[in-house]
């Protein structure tokens, strides 16, 4: 089975910064999804990163707000840009394989 | 994708079977039904999949009703260890990746 980890595990930022979540995967898989959960929710796709082209992003995210990138089938970093409370989550990132879909433990931002 | 209708919470007493229900009455043919959990500030973990036929693994068993419009996801002995938000999710053709989650059910497990 895929394990994946992801880094900061949590993070405090500011408004109006960036943070950068990274993701790697001891295996290598074509594609890495990224979701996001708010607070007491269920989780939603932000977007999926497939190496070597552009991520595609779900309805309600954008590029600008929710880089992306993807250097290698082992690796991706998500960016979640112009901090706003509202952005306040867990960010997880997760891959397939076979007919298992894995998860990283997540990221936990906190947005002052 | 299709949707899947989930209770919000269940209950259940350690050691007892737990049978979690989910409707997915607009399940087209070639829909996979997937079951996931997520225990407490962890992601969520794969529990089993199936299309047409019953399907038991070392986690559970997946109860699929003929007409495929409803299942059940059967923990033949709750632990304390399985309380979690159990999601049923309908994924196309069974190649995950793009896993829509709905709400999911809560499960709470007491000694």
């Known amino acids: 089975s895929a394990v994946i980890s992801q880094k900061p595990s949590r993070d405090i930022c500011q408004r109006g910064t960036s943070l950068t979540i990274q993701c790697q995967v001891d295996?290598?898989?074509?594609?890495m999804f990224w979701y996001r959960q708010q607070p007491g929710q269920s989780l939603t796709l932000i977007a999926t990163a497939n190496q070597g082209s552009e991520a595609t992003y779900e309805s309600g995210f954008v590029i600008d707000k929710f880089p992306i990138s993807r250097p290698n089938l082992t690796f991706s970093t998500l960016t979640v840009s112009n901090l706003s409370p509202e952005d306040s989550s867990i960010y997880l990132c997760s891959v397939t394989e076979r007919d298992e879909q894995y998860f990283g433990p997540g990221t936990r931002l906190t947005v002052t | 994708d299709a949707k899947t209708t989930q209770p919000n919470s269940m209950e259940s007493n350690e050691e007892e079977p737990v049978h979690l229900p989910c409707n997915h009455s607009t399940i087209s043919g070639t829909d996979y039904i997937h079951w996931y959990r997520q225990l407490p500030s962890q992601g969520p973990e794969y529990v089993i999949h199936?299309?047409?036929s019953n399907v038991n693994n070392r986690m559970a068993s997946l109860a699929i009703a003929e007409d495929r419009k409803s299942s059940t996801l059967i923990l033949h002995r709750a632990t304390l260890r399985d309380a979690a938000v159990y999601y049923c999710?309908?994924?196309?053709?069974?190649?995950?990746?793009?896993?829509?989650f709905g709400k999911g059910t809560k499960l709470s497990v007491k000694p």
């Open positions: 199936g299309l047409t």
């Open positions: 295996s290598q898989v074509t594609m």
């Open positions: 999710i309908l994924n196309y053709g069974g190649s995950q990746g793009n896993l829509i």
